[in-house]
């Protein structure tokens, strides 16, 4: 989990289900993480990444070639390995190599989040409230749709699908990939925000609702999202994370109140 340091640096913690968490500092600000699944994580900031070995600790920064002086504000890994990174000024890096960018897109006002399907990235704009899929060069946009009233947070999920939070219209919105498309919307009252999908059995949509400081799980293999479970939380539980391999909901305060841990949470 990603989290503010002091004096203009950014933290990093990990946490496991059998261990107690671990903290790493980083040397500056990082707006954004990604795993790849093989233990290691990646985490934009200004003019590239860094690259996190999670069972080490060891942190290394990568430059990303002709960039020191860009803000990105995302980043996200594609199934063939490539990184993309989105920027404050509205442009997506699809990288060809560690430190190359084989290809830049500029169509958007700012990216905000950047997730991935396969080798196809989405991007969610808050400033035009949409999500937008790229072709897999990342050259160009393929479809592009708005995304409710005011949507803040992107997800995907182990199913293939793209969750987003419209936090001003209270709504989950349901996205499937290749083509984009909106497959469902569901009322979530009280100012969603933080997301996260689980690849378990139960393949649960968790949501928190940061106006009452709650978080649900729900089922969307019907085709309309069904409540399965429901818990209390930390203060503004900004930040949500799952285990697959223990079934633990990680939720993050995003007002100093630390992590709440979940431990089988779609039981």
Known sequence: ???????????????????????????????????????????????????????????????????????????????????????????????????????????????????????RAVVLDRGQTSVTSLNSDGTSSEHALRAGEGATTMAADAQGRVLVADTRGDELLVYGVNPLILRQRYPVPDSPYGLTGSGDAAGLAWVAQTATNTVVGYDLATGIPVEKVRYRTVQQPNSLAFDDSSGTLYVVSGSGGGVQVIEGAAK
């Open 1 to 119: 989990m990603l989290s503010p340091g002091p004096a203009d640096r950014s933290v990093v913690t990990v946490l496991a289900a059998t261990a107690p968490p671990k903290t790493v500092e980083l040397d500056a600000t990082a707006t954004a993480l990604a795993v790849d699944g093989d233990g290691r994580a990646f985490l934009s900031t200004r003019g590239g990444y860094f690259r996190l070995d999670v069972a080490t600790g060891a942190v290394s920064r990568v430059d990303v070639d002709g960039q020191g002086d860009v803000d990105f504000t995302a980043i996200a890994r594609r199934a063939d390995g490539r990184l993309v990174l989105g920027s404050a000024d509205g442009a997506v890096y699809t990288l060809s190599s560690d430190t190359t960018v084989g290809a830049r897109l500029k169509i958007f006002a700012r990216v905000d989040a950047v997730v991935t399907q396969g080798d």
